[in-house]
């Protein structure tokens, strides 16, 4: 993975830097240029001029050393001779580069760090930190936590110094266009996972998902991007289940093998949490493989809807008591109109528990979920007081007739006049529809 760290990123500095392994001019600065020699232009610096010669050779033979190692040796004791040489930093990005193509992280990172303490706007540099620290972070290194922080640090002065970074001579516009997208992208990507880390989940899934956007179709199939974005989206309040459902479902598309379970598990969940059922999720998922456009997921059906479907699904008159109260209490007026005319003063027997009693009225919870909340549901009411030795005790199941006559929508309370004892039991009160209450809009 290391190797990969250092590769992804090895084509940006290797532009950038590529114009600095020329020689330097050797002699005294102040010297006019030569016959034929143009000055350089107005409002652009001349080239750095060294003035010792012992230090001009020992540069130039540095930079000169086809061999990495060779070139590494050389530049460090440049600096190590020369440390306030007006050639430091090129030395330093060059050395930088050779680190990279020799895949040595450690040496690559402390070379970067040093050219950014001494030129904070050094792109190239900021570059490779912002990539390597998200790398380390992500792959679980101990220091995680001060990298992720490092990382989002690094990216922001990235961004912050793009707009100053000169296109490299020999540089095409086609390739300096295409490597400053690089850079933002891998710019993007620190902040939004260290925004990540911070739980500041509004502003990583901003930024990572500029990143996902920044190079593709690379950076749209990239997991270390597509996941972190996902878990930015699902973790805010109120999560943003249709655009993290989407990446979650991408990063399980293009997991590797071992990881891609435990994905598509975790999205899926997510899947089963908004729409409230497993339907239509394969073809999300589907989609997602494809690697097209993102599809929209239905939400969960709100509690009307719900309401409305049980009406299409059952009469009125053959549902329970839970599924009555549920249309009842979420359902339009024109549903719960047909629930209710349909069993308003008809005699309806039923079982329930007894919340409290007087001689000539019973509360009772009737729908199983009202009975683990000791929470009437019914107020039944006796054309004649009821004798006290059948009076039942709180909290006792109880077989009853009763007619409804009126009800509350919320809180709930039907009221059912001409009660009566009964001695035999019905079936169990029924469990309530569960409300899939309508997601945030995002």
Not at 99 to 123: F, H
Not at 345 to 351: E, I, L, P
Not at 371 to 393: G, H, N, S, Y
Request: net charge negative; charged share 20%; glycine share 6%.
């Amino acid at each position: 993975m290391k190797k990969i760290l250092l590769t992804v990123v090895l084509g940006v500095s290797v532009v950038a830097v590529a114009q600095d392994a020329a020689q330097p001019a050797q002699g005294q600065s102040a010297t006019p240029p030569a016959q034929g020699q143009a000055a350089a232009p107005a409002g652009q610096a001349a080239a750095p001029v060294i003035k010792d010669p012992a230090e001009y050779n020992a540069y130039v033979a540095a930079i000169q050393q086809k061999d990495p190692a060779a070139k590494i040796s050389g530049l460090e004791a440049f600096l190590t001779q020369y440390p306030n040489s007006v050639m430091k930093n090129q030395a330093l990005e060059i050395l930088m580069q050779t680190y990279q193509q020799s895949n040595n992280v450690k040496k690559a990172t402390e070379t970067a760090t040093k050219l950014v303490a001494a030129n904070p706007c050094q792109v190239p540099a900021l570059t490779l930190l912002t990539y390597i620290d998200r790398m380390m972070a992500q792959q679980g290194d101990p220091n995680g936590k001060q990298e992720s922080a490092d990382a989002e640090k690094y990216g922001q002065e990235g961004i912050d110094c793009l707009p100053k970074f000169n296109k490299p001579e020999g540089t095409s516009d086609a390739d300096f266009a295409k490597m400053k997208a690089q850079m933002t992208g891998n710019f993007d990507a620190g902040i939004g996972w260290g925004a990540l880390q911070d739980k500041d989940y509004a502003k990583a899934a901003q930024a990572l998902k500029a990143a996902v956007d920044a190079n593709p179709p690379d950076s749209q199939k990239d997991l270390a991007l597509l996941y972190p974005l996902a878990l930015a989206y699902l973790q805010q309040n109120p999560p943003d289940y249709q655009n993290g459902i989407w990446y979650a479902a991408r990063a399980a598309a293009v997991a590797p093998a071992p990881n891609q379970p435990a994905i598509e598990k975790y999205a899926k969940s997510q899947y089963v949490k908004f729409h409230a059922g497993e339907d239509g999720w394969t073809d999300v998922l589907n989609a997602a493989k494809a690697g097209g456009p993102q599809v929209p997921i239905k939400p969960a059906p709100t509690p009307a809807e719900q309401a409305h479907n049980m009406i299409q699904q059952t009469p009125p008159d053959k549902m329970d008591f839970a599924t009555w109260e549920f249309v009842l209490s979420n359902g339009s007026q024109e549903d719960q109109d047909a629930v209710w005319n349909a069993i308003k003063g008809k005699a309806v027997q039923m079982n329930g528990t007894v919340i409290s009693t007087t001689p000539d009225q019973f509360m009772i919870a009737g729908s199983s979920d009202d009975i683990d909340a000791k929470k009437a549901d019914i107020t039944l009411k006796f054309e004649e007081k009821v004798p006290t030795r059948l009076i039942p005790k709180d909290g006792a199941p109880f077989d009853f007739q009763g007619e409804p006559a009126s009800y509350t929508p919320n809180p709930f309370m039907m009221v059912m006049e001409k009660g009566r004892l009964l001695s035999t039991k019905p079936a169990t009160p029924a469990k309530k529809a569960p409300v899939h209450h309508k997601a945030a809009a995002q």
